[in-house]
């Protein structure tokens, strides 16, 4: 199984060193605590032995992988155990007390290593049914399918994954004629579908683009373009200069007044300029002096170039 809240470290691969034995040490006590805190595993349980760290790769996530042998007492019936023990698990949120383990991850074999090719003798059988007593696939059921590796009896388990099925009578009734999309959807100029509710919200949701274009429904006196002179995205004045980027072009982070706050401003200010050349807009936007009356807009509502 892979431990996910713990780094690994080269010292690992070596059972000589203070690293791998400190590891060992704090594994073995935090797990042989986990399978006695439930008595479906405890009764069942001898002890628990690290055989060996090494660098935890699965899913394009790093941690540590961690194999390890748990005694079992005779006549243990395996398959029962490992459902108990995955049960309890998921009941702690998969943690043993501080290592938080990968789901999927979690392998369990019965008996001698595997082959070192591998490979197993046998495919694996069928996964186990996730459906419930009224024959509905239940979420909070585990599945776990066997093959036999030579002399060994390997089992996996895995949480049960329902498929939600879109009702097809909901769907007919939200289809506009002559449409693809449904009524709470925006079409792209492609054909793509996207939610009503990100057209025009700053943020590029149709590959075309299409989404933030001709956003002409904007209230100017609470809203603002993402754009000087074309109707790009509608986005509310109080996300204007506020740090953090509401646009997707980042328009609304541009000329802002605060990244000026490191310069000292004169005491009396004149027709809105500042001791170092800032000319103030109306909305809390600053641009260079020099953009003043120079026959091109550059405050979002273009008073840069009124009464020149």
């Known amino acids: ?164 099925v879109q009702e097809e009578t909901k769907v007919k009734t939200n289809v506009k004629e002559d449409d693809d999309c449904i009524e709470s959807e925006f079409k792209c100029s492609d054909g793509l579908c996207i939610p009503i509710s990100k057209r025009c919200d700053g943020h590029l949701n149709c590959f075309d683009w299409s989404d933030e274009l001709n956003c002409s429904h904007c209230p100017l006196s609470t809203h603002f373009f993402c754009s000087h002179n074309q109707q790009i995205s509608c986005i509310e004045l109080e996300k204007k200069c506020n740090g953090y980027i509401d646009c997707f072009n980042g328009f609304d982070e541009i000329h802002c007044c605060n990244q000026y706050d490191h310069f000292e401003e004169d005491a009396n200010m004149n027709n809105n300029q500042t001791s170092v050349d800032i000319y103030r807009c109306n909305q809390d936007t600053c641009v260079e002096y020099s953009k003043r009356c120079n026959g091109e807009i550059d405050c979002p509502n273009g008073e840069d170039e009124l009464n020149c």
Request: with cysteine; charged share 30%; hydrophobic share 30%.
């Open 1 to 164: 199984m892979r431990i996910n809240n713990r780094r690994f470290e080269s010292a690992l691969k070596d059972r000589n060193s203070f690293k791998f034995h400190e590891f060992e040490q704090q594994f073995n006590h935090d797990l042989d605590a986990f399978i006695r805190s439930s008595s479906s595993l405890v009764s069942h349980y001898n002890k628990s032995e690290v055989k060996r760290f090494r660098k935890g790769e699965n899913f394009n996530l790093t941690g540590v992988i961690v194999e390890f042998i748990v005694h079992l007492k005779p006549f243990t019936n395996l398959k029962t155990f490992a459902h108990n023990f995955i049960s309890h698990l998921k009941q702690n949120n998969f943690h043993i007390a501080t290592f938080y383990i990968d789901k999927r991850t979690i392998q369990l074999q019965d008996g001698k290593e595997a082959n070192n090719d591998g490979h197993s003798n046998e495919q694996w059988s069928q996964w186990s049914s996730c459906l419930n007593e009224a024959n509905e696939c239940d979420e909070n059921r585990i599945k776990s399918r066997t093959r036999k590796n030579g002399e060994e009896q390997q089992i996996e388990i895995k949480d049960c994954e329902c498929e939600k």
